[in-house]
Structures are given as C-alpha cells and as structure tokens.
C-alpha cells in the first residue's frame, strides 16, 4: 500500500482522482451505447413532435430543428457537447427540455430509494445479526427462509399485494399517488433539499410530512424487499466468516457477551463487502422503481421512462438512461471512496 508523510492523504486524492476519471469514462460509454440503441429502432421523432397530422415539410422542419436529419455520428459529437453544457435535448412527447423534466421528477424517485434502502438496513442487519446468534436454530432458518421468499417474489405481484391488503382492503394508506393535493395546497412545502418528505420534516410541516409518508409508505416497502433480504444474507455470511477470527476467538474467551462479539467487533468486519453490496443495490433498486412507479401511479423517473418508451421519445429515453448511470456511478464512488477511508487493508491503487 502507497503512503506519504501525509498518512493516505495523497494516496486517497490520487485514488478519487482515478476513480473519477473512470466513472466519466463509463458515464460516456453509456451515452453512446444508448444513443446507437435508440437510433437502430425504427422511430419517427419529427411525426411525434409534429403530430400525426403534420405535413411533409413540417416534419422535415422539425427534424431540421431537433437534429435528426443529421448523420448518427454528428448527432452523438452534438449530444455529448450539448450534455456537458446541461442541455439534454427536447423531449419529443413534452416539449420540454429533458434535463428538466428529469430534474423535477428526480426527487420522488431518489426519496423512494433512498427509504427503500434505509428499511432494507434497518431490518436486514438485525436479521442477518440473529441469524448467526443463533445459527442453525429456527431464528437461523427464518431468517434464511424469509429472506429467500423476499428476493425471489416479483416486484409487481409484491406491490399489487400491498396495495390491495392496505388500502383496498383495510383502507389504512393510500393506494396511489404521491401526494394528497389538497393537503399540500394547503401546507405547501418549503424546499431545503429537494426531497419532498426529508423537507417536510425539516420545516417542521407535520401535516404534509404525514400526507407524504402515508403515500411513500407502501412503495417503499416494495422497494425495500429485494434489499433487506440480500443485506440480511451478506451479513450472516460475512459475520459467520469473520467470528472465525482468531482476534474475534481471542475477543470471545476474554468473556465478552455473545451479543457484544458480534455487534461490536464482528459486524466491523462485515461492514465491508456489506458496503461493496450497496452501491449494486442501490442501481437495482433505481430500475426496480420503474415497475413500483407504474403499480402505485407515483410521479418519478420510471414513469415518464415507460411513457418516453412507449412514444418512442428518444432524448427522453437517452436522458433517462444516462440519469440512472450517473447515479449509479455517483453511489459506486462514494462506496468505494467510504471503503478506502475507513478501511486500512484496502490498497489505494
């Protein structure tokens, strides 16, 4: 491993440095790929913008204004210089700029993740924890069982289950939308940080903070299935490699309870492939909202995809997929950067 006088100061900005570097590389990769893709499906962007009963001229003038009439090669070299300069076209099924829309409906999407993946921590490491305090016993076998049922059952059948126990049924949540509008009409919400509920709760907003987590609630916990249960089994496996440890050994002949050994000296060693998982998890969870978006009609990012797909709107299509790379790189990043920080074994290289 690399060291300077500085400790791993230098080292650590080199290595940000690099990783950097490389996500730009794969961001623009993902560009180009997409690009091709969305150009070799037979699509007609100028008759979507103009409308069916445009004539030929006027198509031919709006082909002219979006860029289309022009060679593929050129229309890549204008996007990619147009994404740098924040300008990632003009939906053809809006109107609008992509950035834009993709900007406002960002928010919903990130907030559902981002809590889906909260209760995939909150109950997947007390669960994979349980399962190694009493491996091979029943809590064990639950927890290997439940967490088995929770990757393997489909996205959609899990919300529309949801949807139909709590709030068809049993009238407890709301069973879709992401907001009641005529609460928030009336406590409207001031932005701090761009995620509706998180600002809520800043601003001190109780009835609106309520009102958007009523209708967060259910989304999120189908968001979160996938995670807990793979988070869950991480932790078993890492913990039940690291109590063989023999520092771990050492720790538990001293007389330290068994709770303490694994949640204080264990799950330190765990934390690391634990952390490597999320950055996947985080990506899968972006793409899995698409389906839960579409089930609870919530405004975001896999919405306007799913309509930008089936207009064959190819700037939106492109603008979406570029979005959701970049987030995934962002996380992958600050995981592997979170990694080398707080984990001296790994080589900064």
């Not at 198509?59 to 229309?75: F, I, K, S």
């Not at 088995?148 to 996205?155: C, D, G, N, Q």
């Amino acid at each position: 491993m690399k060291r300077t006088r500085n400790g791993r100061g230098m080292p650590m900005l080199h290595y940000a440095a690099r990783r950097s570097v490389l996500a730009v590389l794969v961001a623009a990769g993902v560009v180009v790929l997409t690009y091709l893709i969305a150009w070799v499906i037979p699509s007609d962007p100028a008759g979507v913008w103009a409308g069916p009963r445009a004539s030929a001229a006027e198509r031919a003038r709006v082909r002219a204004q979006l860029g289309v009439d022009r060679p593929v090669a050129e229309q890549i070299v204008r996007y990619v210089a147009g994404v740098l300069r924040g300008d990632w076209g003009l939906s053809v099924r809006t109107h609008r700029p992509v950035l834009t829309d993709l900007l406002t409906l960002l928010p919903n999407t990130l907030q559902m993740v981002l809590a889906g993946l909260a209760i995939g921590v909150v109950v997947g490491v007390p669960a994979g924890l349980a399962a190694v305090r009493w491996h091979g016993r029943a809590p064990d076998v639950l927890v290997r069982t439940g967490a088995l049922l929770s990757a393997s059952i489909p996205t959609f059948w899990l919300a529309l289950l949801l949807q139909t126990l709590f709030a068809s049924r049993l009238g407890l949540l709301p069973i879709a939308g992401s907001h009641d509008r005529a609460v928030l009409a009336a406590h409207p919400v001031t932005t701090v940080t761009g995620l509706p509920l998180l600002d809520a709760v800043l601003t001190g907003n109780g009835t609106a903070a309520a009102d958007l987590f009523d209708h967060l609630l259910l989304p999120a916990l189908v968001v979160a299935s996938y995670p807990a249960a793979v988070i869950a089994r991480m932790v078993r496996a890492s913990l039940l490699d690291a109590v063989g440890e023999p520092h771990i050994q050492m720790v538990r002949s001293l007389g330290f309870p068994e709770r303490a050994v694994l949640g204080r000296f264990a799950l330190r060693l765990a934390w690391n492939p634990v952390l490597q998982l999320l950055a996947l998890i985080f990506g899968y969870s972006l793409v899995s909202t698409f389906l839960v978006e579409a089930v609870f009609d919530y405004p975001g990012l896999g919405r306007y995809a799913a309509d930008a797909v089936s207009s064959l709107d190819v700037p939106a299509v492109v603008g979406v997929t570029l979005l959701v790379a970049l987030l995934y790189l962002a996380a992958n990043l600050a995981v592997d950067l979170a990694q080398a920080a707080l984990d001296p074994r790994v080589t900064l290289r």
